[in-house]
């Protein structure tokens, strides 16, 4: 059962890069998309480095997931050597980061609501004139249109291990 553990979070680790990655690369494309549609609109391109909002890999886009993909490589290399606290982390840990893909899925699809509830906490009248699903469609045109299989895919293989790694724990 370790094997299996170790394999499933193996996986887990790798679908926690691949979207980094591929912001790393599309990312400044999605970003000139953006401006591009803030300048449509009216908007001062730089409203949104001003403001923190970014679609590259910098910043916490990169942290977050290379640190739960470290920590899956860790806890997979734990499972593989039978340490004892194997179980009881997996337990934990993996518990943990299916409830964060929970965080990430639900803030995916609460996007636009969410975008438009920071920019109105900002008070900024700038912030207030943009349409928010144009300029989110805009930055998402950034990006190949496999992408968003890619993330599909990356939500099924987190979601998918993390339970065969839980239920394989739990069995053990």
């Not at 391109?45 to 993909?69: I, K, Q, S, Y």
């Not at 009248?125 to 928010?132: E, G, H, S, T």
């Amino acid at each position: 059962m370790n094997a299996l553990t170790a394999t499933m979070q193996l996986l887990v680790a790798g679908a926690f890069v691949s979207i980094p990655l591929v912001r790393h690369r599309y990312g400044a494309t999605a970003m000139a998309g953006a401006q591009a549609e803030l300048a449509r609109q009216g908007v001062r391109t730089t409203v949104l480095t001003e403001n923190g909002m970014r679609f590259d890999a910098g910043g916490h886009e990169t942290a977050a997931p290379a640190a739960v993909a470290a920590v899956m490589t860790a806890l997979a290399a734990l499972n593989l050597t039978g340490g004892d606290w194997a179980g009881p982390l997996t337990l934990i840990l993996q518990s943990l980061v299916l409830a964060a893909n929970c965080l990430i899925l639900y803030s995916q699809l609460t996007a636009t609501a969410s975008v438009q509830a920071a920019f109105a906490r900002k008070g900024d009248p700038m912030l207030a004139r943009i349409d928010v699903p144009a300029l989110l469609k805009a930055a998402e045109d950034g990006f190949p249109a496999w992408t968003w299989t890619l993330q599909t895919v990356r939500h099924t293989v987190v979601f998918g291990a993390s339970v065969l790694a839980l239920a394989a724990t739990a069995l053990a």
